[in-house]
């Protein structure tokens, strides 16, 4: 069931419509927050919206790099499984 859940990130409200419960869609903002804010303190010089984009990088860099050792572990399991 879609839910509207409001949350803030750097002081900005935002509305999310979503079939995720509030405890996980807060959870997630919380980390977003966090990855700007580190962003934001590395890289005083850059404007907001380069401070946006490369906190997008960080978090897919931690997507690849977590995929990639799923990746290895299920081959490992798989052979282990043989």
């Given at each position: 069931m879609l839910?509207?859940?409001?949350?803030n990130i750097l002081g900005?409200?935002?509305?999310?419509?979503?079939?995720l419960g509030p405890?996980?869609?807060?959870?997630?903002?919380k980390y977003v927050e966090e990855k700007l804010?580190?962003?934001?303190?590395d890289s005083r010089k850059y404007p907001s919206d380069d401070?946006?984009?490369l906190t997008a990088l960080v978090i897919a860099d931690e997507l690849f790099t977590l995929r990639t050792k799923?990746?290895?572990?299920?081959?490992?399991?798989?052979?282990?499984?043989?």
């Open positions: 839910e509207q859940i409001c949350v900005k409200e935002y509305v999310l419509v979503s079939e405890l996980q869609i807060h959870a997630l903002a804010q580190e962003v934001k303190d401070k946006t984009l799923y990746d290895k572990l299920e081959v490992l399991v798989k052979k282990l499984g043989k």
